[in-house]
């Protein structure tokens, strides 16, 4: 956070964006899932199977905010956390299994295939899902439901799983944040998962690090992003 930049301010501008959006999503409802696969890096993304043996596999499994949206190919969320890994001299493949526009719900319904189309089991599986829940206003139960399910999911198949969160925009009310912004705390607690509390921090509020739309974020901002979620990442492949 910038010096003398209130954290108030910052989220004023968070959730003015969010409202903005939210007036758009309301004109097109279709319009994320539609653009799913030419707005996000992981409709190009490398094969899997391209995974060495001796590398660790990880998955980043959410929506626009891993898949890269409007970013070149080598520059979104999972091609950077590789990058970082291996300035560490960590051998890893991060698989982008980000799909913009994806809820809580589109992410359980795809996990199985996701998971069943690799060649191994992942070391980790990254899951940074409930954006467009928050931003669409559906239910934080309902997304709460989701997420547990996701990870209920990965405990069964054996396969470590770290959250990353969200928070509820200040325009989404009062009642709406206190029953949403628990969730990945909760959940995380609930599967011993290791958390990054929240996904944007650092970024939001800051147009240096952000697209013109005020939400996702630059190259710049990947960057800074990961930069802050290696290190959980680092002790989580480790143990």
Known sequence: MKKGRSLGGRYFHYGTALLIVQLLAGCSQAAPEQNAVTNSSAASAPAPSAVAPDAKLIVAFGDSLFAGYN????????????????????????????????????????????????????????????????????????????????????????????????????????????AF????????????????????????????LLLPDGIHPNDKGVELIVERVVPAVVADIAK
């Open 71 to 178: 970013l070149e190919q080598d520059q979104g969320f999972a091609p950077a956390l590789e990058r970082a890994l291996s300035a560490q001299g960590i051998k890893a493949r991060v698989f982008n299994a980000g799909v913009s526009g994806d809820t809580s719900a589109a992410g359980l319904q795809r996990l199985g295939f996701m998971l069943d189309g690799l060649d191994r089991k992942p070391d980790l599986v990254i899951v940074g899902l409930g954006a467009n829940d928050m931003l669409r206003g559906l239910s934080p139960e309902a997304t709460r439901a989701n997420l547990d399910a996701i990870l209920d999911a990965l405990d069964k198949r054996g396969i470590p799983a770290m959250l990353t969160g969200m928070l509820a925009a200040p325009n989404m009310g009062a009642d709406y944040a206190s």
């Open 181 to 208: 912004n628990p969730i990945y705390p909760d959940l995380a607690k609930k599967h011993g998962a290791r958390l990054y509390p929240f996904f944007l921090d650092g970024v939001i509020g800051e147009p240096k």
